[in-house]
């Protein structure tokens, strides 16, 4: 009896680790506490649903200090890093989300998934992958699941190479004890080899790069293009918007596009028009190592806001450009 009592205290404490703590002020020890929280979400959801995820993550970290345990706060968060370019310090945010709530939002088995592939996690992000697509809709199966397929073949393929890699690169037990065996006898002689990084290791990292506040890493490299991509792509994650660039001629210039979509890899022609098919233009531009594509180039954010009512994309947002750059 005592060893079933015990059992039952400690699975109600882990369900209690796992409840996911709303901005409630009965949840915060001090009602100063519950206003400076309150405060940071708001301001880090204005910057988030406007598309700006670099000023919202600060925003969101503040509240996240105060309410570590809020699932889709957690979720946000790692949406931030992901966007900024940092799939490392998304991870644990987007497992901290899963274990709270995993329905937290529909898109955080696939956001979990792009940020485990681009931190080479591949066994992870296959999981994650089938996670998301067996989990969606019959009437949304049909146009997403070429594009998570498309990732699974390539996690498949660099997991593939990864293990094959490492099995080339272990010496069997004879070759181990001759290693040894000339370092005792011929120590004078032994030179010290810098290892080759395998082909995996030389891959380009693939989406994430930092630009949060923590380890904001370069993307000098960003280039605008309006000329449509030819190889394939997935659409990446959560509040991902598809959009269209022209670039701005006049210097000073402020623009608004519609963001629709993040990849990994550059879109095909066939995949361009399944991310948009209506009658605004496509451009994209490349930022890192990711594609971000957009529809549209307007002189107002109202105009932007009005056509991004109207594009038929749920999760699209607007993004500011200044002289065609984003602002």
């Not at 644990?92 to 937290?104: H, V």
């Not at 997403?144 to 890699?165: A, R, T």
């Not at 293009?225 to 402020?254: C, D, Y």
């Amino acid at each position: 009896m005592k060893i079933f009592f015990t059992m039952l205290i400690l699975s109600t404490s882990l369900v209690l680790m796992a409840q996911d703590v709303e901005f409630k002020k009965k949840n915060f020890s001090t009602e100063e506490d519950f206003n400076k929280a309150v405060a940071a979400l708001e301001a880090g959801d204005g910057f988030f649903f406007d598309g700006n995820f670099q000023k919202a993550l600060p925003r969101f970290l503040e509240a996240h200090a105060l309410n570590p345990n809020n699932g889709l706060l957690n979720f946000k968060i790692g949406a931030c890093y992901l966007k900024n370019d940092d799939a490392a310090k998304a991870v644990p945010y987007f497992e901290k989300a899963k274990s709270i709530d995993p329905e937290i939002d529909p898109k955080l088995h696939f956001a979990l998934a792009q940020s485990y592939q681009a931190n080479k996690q591949y066994k992870e992000a296959i999981d994650s992958y089938q996670t998301y697509l067996n989990g969606l809709h019959k009437t949304k199966r049909p146009s997403e699941e070429p594009i998570v397929q498309k990732q699974l073949d390539i996690c498949q393929s660099e997991l593939q190479k990864k293990e094959s890699s490492q099995a080339t690169e272990k010496p069997d037990s004879k070759t181990e004890e001759t290693i040894k065996e000339t370092k005792l006898d011929h120590s004078s002689d032994v030179a010290i080899i810098e290892p080759t990084p395998t082909e995996n290791e030389q891959t380009v990292k693939p989406v994430e790069k930092a630009s949060a506040p923590v380890s904001k890493i370069e993307t000098s490299q960003t280039t605008t293009q309006t000329t449509k991509p030819t190889t394939q792509a997935t659409k990446l994650l959560v509040n991902e918007t598809r959009t269209v660039s022209t670039t701005n001629s006049t210097t000073g210039k402020i623009t608004y596009r519609i963001q629709i979509a993040s990849m990994s890899t550059q879109a095909s022609t066939l995949e361009q028009k399944k991310l948009y098919s209506g009658t605004l233009p496509l451009s994209f531009e490349k930022v890192g190592e990711q594609y971000k594509y957009y529809i549209g180039d307007f002189g107002s954010k109202e105009e932007a806001l009005k056509a991004k009512s109207v594009c038929g994309i749920g999760d699209a947002f607007i993004v500011k450009f200044v002289n065609g750059k984003k602002s």
